[in-house]
């Protein structure tokens, strides 16, 4: 009968260096997680961050890009034909631009008197003080073919020669002739200057459609 061999006895574990012979093996460090890299946060007027969502483009300006399917000359013709005609267009704009006077409102609100008139033209190429009323633009105002002697006229601006005029007047007292008034271009501003002479406006179309729409209702 045969007999199984006894177990053979385990060598002993071998201490580490340094540690006493009957301490416990020390257990192994375990290695640390690793953690992903993280891209830094987005500054301000340099670059998007890590977590913004992409901008779409702005949209082309009109113009900028030819369309498809026509040639980049023929564009270009198109482009600078619209160009040649805009500026025609600002020509004949300009050339056909009123240079009628424009009425004073801040003159006119200030003239009890506006009348339209025939100025004469006196020795010195200047206008005459003695006008003749025409017509009158309020309902007190003086009647037609009336004499007026304007003491300021002849120092008045906008003066083109004999004709008829707009005339924005104040009447004063006369004190060589009592009851008939003496009378002046009112000024627009309320001291004038020598520089800066109380303005008239020689009758056309434009004045009188301007005229007549700052004292509608007064006539």
Known sequence: MSTAPPDEPKPPA??????????????????????PPTMPPAIPGIGPGPNDQPRPDPPAPPFTHPPAGLAPRAFLAITALLMLAWFAWLSVAALNK?????????????????????????????????????????PNGPKPETKLLVTNLPKAGGFDGEGEYL?????????????????????????AADDDPPPIYKWSADVEKQARRLYRGRE
């Open 14 to 35: 071998t201490p580490q260096a340094g540690a006493p012979a009957d301490a416990p093996p020390m257990p192994q460090a375990a290695a640390p997680p690793v953690v």
């Open 98 to 138: 009123s240079r009628e006077p424009i009425v004073s409102r801040a003159q006119a609100s200030v003239a009890p008197v506006p009348v339209r008139a025939k100025v004469a033209t006196g020795k010195d190429g200047k206008p005459d003080p003695t006008v003749t009323v025409v017509e009158a633009f309020t």
């Open 167 to 191: 005339l924005l007047l104040s009447a004063e007292a006369n004190p060589f002739l009592p009851g008939e008034p003496l009378y002046q271009v009112v000024a627009v501003r309320v001291s």
